[in-house]
C-alpha cells in the first residue's frame, strides 16, 4: 500500500519473479492481473462457458486466472500478482477464494467429470491424495508456498471499494512511502536528484537509462527537488511521477524552455 507512483507494482512483479527464479522446486513462475469494479467470480475463478468445437448448446467449465494458477494442463504453482486490488468488489470477485486464502479446501458449484474443487495442501497430505489430485483434471491444488500479492493506491482509497476485515486479516499490509524529503534541520534533501551524487539515488538510477533525463536532471534537479517537497506537503507522489516530469520535460525541451516545460509537466502530471 501506499501514494501513487513508489513503485509498489514493480516491487510486487520483482518479488515474485525473483522467488521463481531462486526457488524453482517451489514457484513454477508469477501471474499479473489488474483488478477491475466489473470483476465477478466468472472472471477470476471461472464459470461455464459453451464448447468451442461441437454442435448443440453444451455448456462446459472454463478456469480463469485464479484457477489457472494451480493447473494448466498440468500442476503448476504460479503466484498471483493483482494490481489495484481495491478497485474491485472483493465480495463479488473473490468468492471461494475467501476461504482458499486461510487454508480450506472448497468445492465450487461447477462439474466436469467431477466436481471442481481447489485443494489446500499441508504437511498431512497423504501420497494417496496427491496421486488423486495428479490424476484428476477437476482438482486444482494450493500448495503452501503459493501466494498472492497486491498492490492498494491508498491515495484513491476513499473513490473505490472498502476492504473488508475478513479479507484484510488474511494479508501482510506493507506500507511503501515516500522518503524523507527534509533533512533532521529542514533542509530540503537535493540529494536524492543530484545526478553527481557519490551515493545511489533516483537520479542516478534515472540517468543511467537515458541521456536526455541525464541532461535535464543536470538543469532542473534542485528546482523539482523543491517541487516534489512543496507537492507533497499537499499531497504524497512517488519518485516515479517525478520521473515522468523529467520525461516530459526531456522529450520537449528543444528550444531551452525549461522553465515553462517544467510548469507544463507539473500541470499535465500533478495537477
Known amino acids: 500500500t501506499g501514494p501513487p507512483g513508489t513503485g509498489k507494482t514493480k516491487l510486487a512483479?520483482?518479488?515474485?519473479?525473483?522467488?521463481?527464479?531462486?526457488?524453482?522446486?517451489?514457484?513454477?513462475?508469477?501471474?499479473?492481473t489488474t483488478a477491475t469494479s466489473a470483476w465477478t467470480t466468472f472472471d477470476t475463478i471461472g464459470g461455464y462457458?459453451?464448447?468451442?468445437?461441437g454442435e448443440g448448446d453444451e455448456l462446459v467449465f472454463q478456469p480463469r486466472i485464479f484457477l489457472n494458477c494451480f493447473r494448466e494442463d498440468e500442476i503448476r504453482n504460479d503466484w498471483l500478482v493483482?494490481?489495484?486490488i481495491?478497485?474491485?468488489d472483493i465480495d463479488k470477485a473473490f468468492g471461494q477464494l475467501f476461504s482458499v486464502l486461510s487454508g480450506d479446501t472448497v468445492e465450487l458449484p461447477y462439474e466436469r467429470d467431477e466436481p471442481v474443487e481447489i485443494v489446500s495442501l499441508d504437511t498431512d497430505t497423504?501420497?494417496?491424495q496427491l496421486k488423486?489430485?495428479?490424476?484428476s483434471d477437476d482438482l486444482f491444488p494450493v500448495t503452501p508456498s503459493w501466494r498472492l500479492l497486491a498492490t492498494m493506491n491508498t491515495y484513491d482509497k476513499a473513490s473505490l471499494y472498502e476492504l473488508s476485515y475478513a479479507f484484510m486479516r488474511r494479508f501482510n499490509f506493507i506500507h511503501v512511502g515516500v522518503p524523507?524529503?527534509?533533512n533532521a534541520d529542514g533542509e530540503i534533501r537535493t540529494s536524492l536528484l543530484d545526478p553527481n551524487s557519490d551515493n545511489d539515488n533516483?537520479?542516478?538510477?534515472?540517468?543511467s537509462e537515458s541521456e536526455e533525463i541525464e541532461s535535464t536532471l543536470q538543469d532542473t534537479y534542485e528546482e523539482l527537488a523543491v517541487v516534489w517537497e512543496r507537492i507533497n506537503e499537499a499531497r504524497s507522489i512517488g519518485p516515479s511521477i517525478v520521473q515522468d516530469i523529467l520525461a516530459y520535460i526531456a522529450a520537449n525541451d528543444t528550444d531551452d524552455r525549461t522553465e515553462a516545460l517544467l510548469t507544463d509537466a507539473i500541470i499535465a502530471l500533478v495537477y
Request: hydrophobic share 30%; with cysteine; net charge negative.
Open 13 to 32: 512483479k520483482e518479488i515474485a519473479n525473483q522467488c521463481a527464479v531462486q526457488y524453482p522446486e517451489h514457484v513454477d513462475d508469477y501471474r499479473f
Open 49 to 53: 462457458v459453451p464448447r468451442q468445437q
Open 82 to 84: 493483482i494490481d489495484e
Open 86 to 88: 481495491n478497485r474491485s
Open 126 to 128: 497423504t501420497d494417496r
Open 132 to 135: 488423486e489430485i495428479i490424476e
Open 180 to 182: 524523507d524529503l527534509q
Open 202 to 207: 533516483y537520479a542516478i538510477k534515472w540517468a
